[in-house]
């Protein structure tokens, strides 16, 4: 802050002030990006093109132009080709099989179970046939839906509906049939998300009004009980297999990152400080296993774990490079998913919504597949079919019986549902419900 | 700053004006001007997006449009006003392309003061929660606190920015920072509740 605006400051704004000057002192901009700029301009700058006229530099601008010329019409023609609808990442690689997958998916044989998408603060499910995409409260009757959540046995789809400011937690059947709200009154404030336990018997949830208390409501709308924890949530909580203590990605004055409280004592155990993404942590089907993505901003590596929870052994899936230091851009890792046997991991790595990439890790820690590029927000059923958002588009891609390093076919299922809302990427979200027998 | 850019530089001891003039022809003149503001332009730009990447791609857009118009630059203000004109427009531009994401705004409310900066995670949960606060300001109000405290103008440079005098800056200051302290309060109530 400068001294003239210091000094005619109010003595109680005074620690607000400090703290906007320490945060934006805090904001370090990344010493690749200056330079790479400063020299992008100097080349930019007009004194750098006026050079004395000799017969090298005409030798030379000719050249440049040509040069120029030939790079003008590689760029047409990549902009030709670009207007055209291109084949999918997947396509490009495997283009022959998509037609019997789509085939299958389409008539029921596999991929049978119904699909849930939040996108733009609605919630759609997969039509029987899944050609489309059939929104849920067409008429917004219960406001902004801006989460989803299976039951356990896939039978039952919960969401969260907020009305001005007031949340409730509707639940619906596996077809979306009427909405049928969990609470008696919207009382709870905003609600950002909703989470079932193991046992299919009790919701969790948190509101905008206070990031450090959870709700725990029976399923049956009965027995509100209110938990205030000793630490701030930066990400819905997960319960832990024996349902006695929660997961969430946290902060209090001495720790943050991945941290791990009992519901009974309030203790917080740390699992990792370097968790840094809300969803960037997921139980395996068992619950035996979980895995979570680091961020080692001293090392510049990010690591997928899996740690075997009764016993802390840890296995490192795979690393990415990020770039070092505190003040850098760093990718996010998102949307983990397990496979249903437990050996596979999917998640989503990427700095925007454009530039991610779908990696499978295999859990054994044997390797690491790229499945789609320029594409997000996976999901993985319990039949091996991976759903996934690409180029506005939600793909599904059949993982049964993956072996080899190869892509699996993938086809375009549905079109992402068009939507007015300027909503955040990462609020995206699909997920399967039970399979059809 | 980064200790690579800091080599010797001939235009080190001359005022921004000055440098302005002599940038118009000299790619180092404005080579100067640049690691002098780039800072600020950023941090302008972060504090409005949230967004590293973004606030890097608004900072390049904004020195490559500075650097277009730099002959326009008559040397009448200060320039790292009419720099900041600049960004801002570029700043106005982005959101009318990408509306802000209002429903995002309103999700956590972290009580400012309570978390460590120790840790990379608290610093960043932090400055967003500082950010969204900001964003729930009415907008005067928020850019010029962005100005002076981000980007460190003078209540004069800011006025010139948002075409408002000295003293209105100085109000606008005075009440953003009264808004930010009620909310924050607000948050410890619910807290303490």
């Known amino acids: ?437 | 700053m980064t200790t690579l850019m800091k080599f010797y530089s001939p235009h080190a001891s001359i005022d921004d004006a000055q440098l302005a003039q002599h940038a118009k022809s000299d790619a180092d003149a404005f080579a100067e001007l640049y690691r002098r503001h780039v800072t600020s332009v950023y941090r302008y730009h972060l504090a409005h997006t949230g967004n590293i990447k973004d606030a890097e791609d608004l900072t390049s857009q904004t020195f490559m449009a500075a650097l277009e118009s730099i002959r326009t630059y008559r040397g009448t203000g200060s320039y790292v006003a009419w720099l900041m004109g600049i960004a801002a427009r570029k700043r106005a531009m982005f959101f009318r392309q990408n509306k802000p994401e209002t429903s995002i705004d309103e999700a956590i409310n972290l009580p400012l003061q309570n978390l460590s900066f120790e840790n990379p995670v608290s610093r960043r949960l932090q400055r967003e929660q500082l950010l969204r606060a900001l964003r729930k300001l009415s907008p005067d109000r928020a850019e010029a606190l962005i100005l002076c405290f981000f980007s460190e103008l003078t209540p004069v440079e800011a006025g010139r920015v948002l075409g408002k005098s000295e003293a209105a800056i100085k109000m606008l200051v005075s009440r953003g920072l009264q808004d930010l302290r009620t909310r924050s309060s607000l948050a410890m109530d619910v807290e303490y509740e």
């Open chain 1, 1 to 437: 802050m400068n001294n003239p605006l210091r000094n005619q400051i109010s003595p109680e704004d005074q620690p607000m002030a400090d703290h906007l000057t320490s945060t934006a002192q805090g904001m370090h901009i990344s010493p690749n990006f200056q330079s790479n700029l400063e020299t992008q301009l100097m080349n930019a700058h007009p004194s750098q093109h006026q050079r004395p006229s000799s017969w090298f530099s005409k030798a030379f601008t000719t050249l440049g132009w040509a040069l120029a010329g030939f790079a003008g019409i590689l760029f047409l023609s990549w902009a030709i080709r670009s207007l055209i609808p291109g084949p999918t990442p997947s396509q490009e690689i495997l283009p022959t099989p998509e037609i019997s997958l789509e085939a299958n998916v389409r008539s029921g044989h596999i991929c049978t179970a119904s699909l849930a998408l939040a996108h733009g603060f609605k919630v759609y499910l997969s039509s029987t046939n899944k050609t489309e995409f059939i929104r849920l409260d067409p008429q917004k009757t219960i406001g902004e839906l801006r989460a989803l959540a299976w039951s356990p046995d896939g039978q039952h789809l919960a969401l969260v509906g907020n009305t001005t400011g007031h949340g409730n937690i509707f639940v619906t059947g596996a077809t979306g049939d009427a909405l049928q709200p969990v609470l008696p009154k919207s009382e709870l404030g905003y609600l950002m998300e909703v989470v079932w336990s193991h046992d299919g018997k009790q919701f969790l949830t948190w509101s905008v009004a206070n990031n450090s208390v959870i709700y725990l409501i029976e399923a049956d709308g009965t027995g509100i009980e209110k938990i205030t924890l000793n630490l701030y949530m930066a990400s819905t909580p997960q319960f832990t297999p024996d349902g006695t203590r929660i997961i969430l990605v946290g902060a209090n004055s001495t720790v943050a990152g991945l941290l791990e409280v009992n519901l009974a004592d309030r203790q917080t155990r740390v699992i990792s400080r370097l968790v840094e993404d809300a969803t960037g942590f997921a139980w395996s089907s068992d619950g035996s296993h979980l895995a979570y993505m680091e961020m080692d901003r001293e090392l510049g590596e990010a690591r997928l774990i899996s740690e075997e929870f009764v016993t802390g052994n840890k296995i490192t899936l795979t690393t990415f490079p990020i770039p070092k230091g505190s003040g850098s851009s760093l990718p996010t890792a998102s949307n983990l998913s397990w496979a249903p046997d437990g050996s596979q991991v999917v998640f989503d790595f990427g700095r925007g919504a454009n530039d991610r990439a779908i990696y499978l890790a295999y859990t054994d820690g044997t390797g690491i597949v790229k499945l789609a590029e320029a594409a997000r927000t996976p999901a993985l059923s319990a039949d091996g079919c991976l759903a996934y958002i690409s180029r506005g588009q939600v793909f599904l891609m059949d993982l049964r019986g993956l072996t080899s390093p190869s892509i699996p076919p993938s086809f375009g299922l549905a079109d992402l549902p068009a939507s007015s809302a300027n909503a955040d990427f990462r609020l995206d979200k699909l997920q399967w419900g039970a399979v059809s027998q």
